[in-house]
């Protein structure tokens, strides 16, 4: 196992000459938390047991300083508005860097950096960085406390707002401080908003709403598992337990271990004859995995239970089944585009105990976005906290608008998420956001060319990362911006997977998101979606066939079930329309795209690519 307390720079070795103590806390946890505070030279440390008392004083102290708004507490109780400062609003991809002592570890994907400069820059930033702050020490779990899927870390911050966040999205307190021992390996991840209150010569400034740094640093040690973050305070970037910790850091973990951390949602689906199926879903950030996550299905007799909406950790058993856990234990989703029509779950999940970020605020004290009722109000303050009318012609709620909410308020929630030995995976999902050539579903002939089917997911650019919205980018099994290592390695180690599995999932393609010539959605979403989820479960359970096409296999006609709905065939048609030209195009750009991994690319994928061509070619 390694030992945190023992790695090299940038964290010091001589111990801060503050008191660093804590009766219950492993050594090792004690001896790392003193160094990072050597470094960063804050007031005070303050370990965290997760407790409502904490929680109280923690946002109670906020409230004052302005980082939290307190809602109305009739319309929505327990709940706060948090307004970032205006330039840290998504995940920074540019200012993410994986370091690792070989340059094609990291891969062509990632900013690689080399691990001793990287090291020696963030002692540069961190050192002094918290001076006039309160550090704050957060154990938490990944996945149910000492469950065999589970993982554990500590996060250290200077940022309450990271603290409270944490407390939703992981098991973070007391229990997990006690699950750590000798010899139990944890993740220490060091976070800090860059914004110190005393200077080096001591001359103190006023605290900000939302305190953060123009400089990003957003940085991986996967080869010792290690996580420093600087200068944001945006969930991406600042709740280390998720992007960094359990897709980063965790990938490498999996992949030297034989499992995988992936970028997907779970569900547990139940069909009008009460058999059980077990999803897991990839689609890039904001291309409605939380959705998808909580669909109420308009299909008569069929349920669907939310396990995770985000992260999956799946590993296969002593019987070589592949089962999953949702590490996190809340939702960091997305507020704009929900509402009652598309996702009334989340809008009862919503209702009490939220923290919101970005979105706007009404005048009686209740918050409001994009999408969340037809009737738009008449005078909100926007998420800048600026006066807004219908007539100010720009967003009221950023696009990037997030809650933060536990798990349990999830009213379609499912038992199985605190089951620690997970569930047993009976299909895996690839999706993205397309106006053109993927089809609505299709289905991977056997597991290879469900690899080939992840590793060529491309998607529109949506705002939950820097950069132009709805350009279209490349985004193997919606990993690109979560891989903690070489994309190439990647789709090898899960090409290796077939191996270990006594029977691997069924792999499918989806894309809700394909538009007709006058731009509109062909496919209607949302609850919708609940007839693609049915034709798989019927492919699952061997009740359909289905018919071959040279992307994959899509249903028979009357396969799909459409009664009832307000679709015109020519749509349905153009919905699963496979035009040679248009997908040879696609095969030529993705080629050149998987050169960039010369060698190391699995010879699988190209054997697909070139069994797609050819069929293309034969169509
Ligand atoms: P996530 O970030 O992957 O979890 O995505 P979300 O589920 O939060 O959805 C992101 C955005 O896509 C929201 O604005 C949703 O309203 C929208 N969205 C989700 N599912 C669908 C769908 O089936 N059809 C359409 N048209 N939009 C969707
Ligand atoms: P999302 O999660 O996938 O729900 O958007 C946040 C992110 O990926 O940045
Ligand atoms: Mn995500
Ligand atoms: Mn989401």
Redesign the pocket.
Do not use: I
């Given at each position: 196992a390694l030992r945190p307390a023992h790695v090299p720079a940038p964290l010091p070795q001589q111990p801060s000459r503050l008191r660093v103590q804590h009766a219950a806390a492993d050594p090792s946890v004690v001896a790392w938390v003193r160094r990072v505070a050597a470094l960063t030279e804050p007031d005070a440390v303050v370990w965290c047991d997760g407790s409502q008392e904490e929680f109280e004083r923690l946002t109670t102290q906020m409230v004052q300083v302005g980082t939290l708004v307190r809602l109305n507490e009739d319309l929505r109780p327990g709940s706060f508005l948090a307004r970032s400062a205006p330039t840290d609003v998504a995940r920074v991809e540019s200012r993410t860097f994986i370091a690792s002592h070989r340059r094609e570890d990291a891969g062509p994907t990632n900013n690689w950096r080399e691990p001793t400069a990287l090291r020696e820059e963030l002692a540069g930033v961190f050192a002094g960085s918290m001076r006039g702050r309160t550090m704050y020490v957060v154990p938490f779990s990944m996945g149910p406390v000492g469950g065999p899927i589970s993982q554990l870390g500590v996060q250290v911050t200077d940022s309450p707002y990271a603290v409270v966040s944490m407390r939703t999205m992981t098991r973070m307190g007391a229990d997990a401080l006690a699950a750590i021992g000798p010899d139990t390996t944890w993740v220490p991840a060091v976070h800090s908003v860059g914004y110190p209150l005393v200077d080096a010569v001591g001359r103190s400034r006023a605290d900000v709403a939302w305190p953060c740094n123009d400089l990003k640093y957003i940085a991986h040690f996967p080869e010792t598992r290690e996580i420093f973050s600087f200068g944001s305070g945006y969930g991406g970037n600042a709740l280390l337990g998720k992007k960094c910790f359990a897709l980063r850091i965790a990938s490498a973990m999996g992949r030297d271990e034989g499992w995988l951390a992936e970028h997907m949602?779970l569900v547990k689906v139940t069909d009008p004859q009460q058999r059980q199926f077990h999803l897991a879903a990839a689609?890039?950030?904001?291309?409605?995995?939380?959705?998808?996550?909580m669909l109420r299905p308009t299909l008569p007799g069929w349920t669907v239970e939310t396990i995770g909406?985000?992260i999956a950790w799946m590993r296969p058993d002593a019987e070589g089944r592949l089962r999953a856990i949702n590490p996190e234990a809340g939702f960091f989703?997305?507020a704009?585009?929900?509402g009652w029509s598309?996702?009334p779950t989340a809008m009862q999940m919503l209702d009490r105990d939220v923290i919101f970020t970005n979105v706007a605020l009404t005048d009686d004290g209740d918050v409001w976005w994009e999408?969340m009722t037809e009737e738009v109000p008449e005078h909100l303050l926007d998420w800048q906290g600026r006066d807004w009318t219908p007539a100010s012609g720009t967003p009221a709620a950023h696009p990037n608008a997030r809650f933060t909410v536990s798990a349990a308020q999830c009213p379609s929630i499912a038992e199985e998420l605190d089951d620690p030995q997970g569930v047993v995976v009976d299909a895996v999902l690839f999706g993205g956001r397309r106006r053109t050539n993927v089809p609505l579903v299709s289905q991977a002939p056997d597991w290879k060319a469900g690899v080939f089917l992840g590793a060529s997911v491309s998607s529109e650019q949506?705002a939950?990362a820097e950069g132009t919205v709805g350009q279209l980018r490349h985004d193997p099994f919606a990993m690109l911006p979560f891989a903690g290592y070489d994309m190439a390695d990647y789709f090898a180690h899960w090409l290796g997977m077939e191996d270990r599995l006594s029977q691997p999932p069924a792999v499918f393609g989806v894309n809700?998101?394909r538009r007709g010539d006058d731009g509109r959605?062909l496919?209607?979403?949302?609850g919708e979606?609940s007839r693609v989820i049915a034709w798989i479960c019927a492919r699952l359970a061997g009740r359909v066939g289905a018919v071959p096409t040279p992307v994959g296999l899509v249903p028979a006609s009357g396969d799909l079930d459409v009664a009832g709905l307000d679709v015109p065939a020519q749509d349905l048609a153009e919905l699963f329309a496979v035009d040679p030209a248009a997908w040879t195009a696609e095969l030529d750009e993705l080629e050149s795209y998987f050169a960039q991994f010369g060698a190391k690319l699995p010879r699988d994928l190209t054997l697909r690519l070139e069994d797609v061509r050819a069929e293309l070619r034969a169509a």
């Open positions: 949602l689609f890039p950030s904001a291309c409605g995995k939380t959705n998808l996550a909406d985000d989703g997305v704009p585009g929900t598309t996702n999408g949506t939950a809700w998101f959605f496919w209607p979403g949302f979606n």
